[in-house]
């Protein structure tokens, strides 16, 4: 089994910062992109930031003012996030594409999401 486990989300006033953490474990071999996701009520869900072994991408909404991050020793994923607007206020998902072992295909798993609301 393989879990991906988000934590620190929350509430925060506009202008404010807070920052999302995201580990792997489980029965895995080897982990290829990591990222972050969101979704907003009635919205479809978009990606946030993405990264690989050697590039980080993110959406343009949130470039300059988000950072993501991986400490691959510990399958983990962070996502600094500053400068928060109201339009920030979502679920964010955690994503990760991995191989359980050797032989299998690599295949996606996610998080269970964690609320980030931005309010005065």
């Known amino acids: 089994q393989v879990q991906l486990v988000e934590s620190g989300g929350g509430l925060v006033q506009p202008g404010g910062s807070l920052r999302l953490s995201c580990a792997a474990s489980?029965?895995?071999?080897?982990?290829?992109?990591m990222g972050w996701y969101r979704q907003a009520p009635g919205k479809q869900r978009e990606l946030v930031a993405t990264?690989?072994?050697?590039?980080?991408d993110y959406a343009d909404s949130v470039k300059g003012r988000f950072t993501a991050s991986r400490d691959n020793a510990k399958n983990t994923i962070y996502l600094q996030m500053s400068s928060l607007k109201p339009e920030d206020t979502a679920v964010y998902y955690c994503h990760a594409s991995l191989w359980r072992t050797e032989l299998d295909p690599i295949d996606d798993y996610w998080g269970q999401g964690t609320q980030v609301t931005v309010s005065s």
């Open positions: 489980g029965s895995i071999f080897s982990i290829g992109a």
């Open positions: 990264t690989s072994h050697y590039t980080t």
